[in-house]
């Protein structure tokens, strides 16, 4: 058997746990397996597990919570050299880019999603259902971290298949959460308008709708977070004339129409349903 030195295993290892990241077998916002069961599927000792754990922390791909486990935050390590560049950039700028990022994801997510991405996103809006705010950033609770924090957002770019999207919106989030952020955003979506918001973009990527899911996310990120001056007022993320705010509120009429007719057939067949039983 050929000898390996400390410094092979060691890249060795990193190497596994990176190549079970990027591939996506282990998506992002899970959580990875614990030391001794990455130490027994790599073959080494705890302590050159941990160190692969720390290299991919360093570089924005993971990140271990005290009582809870290792996550995956990143698909690619562009978290912390994102966070970098971005610190050049207003706020104004960045939530704007992270605008282009969702818009793009949703659209995408219609082309490219599976029956399970589908499933998993039903079942994280029905998860969200209930909460005050909608909980990007985890700004609805105001905790460091949330159960729901991006979930049904994260997912959508989970189903674009787009790992440089994935890992560019975790980067945004990332500095987003900085303190020098936090305390300039909100959520001014109410429950009843994230759920409303959600079900719109869920629908249109069920139906493989790519212009609806561009609107619907068009307008549910223009509320989802925004910036807040010191005296809690809110400033738009964008102004519109009159000529295209009134082409948004067509769309989102026929929206609303669409969703009634959806619920009056869905009526019918039950209705159908119990006369034939």
């Keep these: 058997m050929a000898m390996t030195t400390g410094s092979e295993r060691a890249r060795a290892t ?9 591939t996506g077998e282990w998506p992002v916002g899970s959580r990875i397996p614990i030391e001794p069961e990455l130490a027994e599927q790599t073959g080494v000792g705890r302590s050159t597990v ?5 290299s991919l922390a360093s570089v924005g791909m993971l990140e271990t919570l005290p009582g809870r486990g290792t996550f995956v935050r990143s698909a690619a390590p562009t978290s912390t050299l994102l966070n970098e560049f971005l610190a050049d950039f207003t706020l104004e700028e960045i939530l704007s880019y992270r605008r282009a990022l969702e818009i793009e994801a949703a659209q995408q997510a219609t082309i490219h999603r599976t029956e399970e991405d589908l499933a998993a996103l039903e079942r994280a809006a029905a998860e969200e259902v209930g909460c005050t705010r909608c909980p990007v950033l985890g700004l609805a609770t105001g905790g460091e971290d949330s159960a729901f924090d991006s979930k049904f957002h994260r997912l959508i770019f989970d189903s674009a298949k787009n790992r440089l999207l994935a890992s560019l919106y975790a980067g945004i989030n990332d500095q987003l959460r900085t303190p020098e952020h936090r305390g300039r955003l909100a959520n001014v979506a109410t429950g009843s308008e994230m759920e409303r918001d959600h079900a719109r973009v869920l629908d249109a990527i069920r139906r493989r709708d790519f212009i609806d899911a561009v609107h619907a996310m068009a307008e549910h990120v223009d509320h989802d977070v925004v910036i807040v001056t010191d005296q809690h007022q809110v400033i738009p993320p964008l102004t519109r004339t009159p000529e295209q705010q009134l082409r948004i509120d067509q769309v989102r009429e026929a929206a609303d129409v669409r969703e009634a007719s959806g619920a009056r057939e869905a009526e019918l067949r039950e209705a159908e349903g119990r006369a034939r039983a």
């Design 50 to 54: 941990r160190e692969a754990v720390r």
């Design 14 to 22: 990193l190497a596994y746990l990176r190549r079970k990241i990027t």
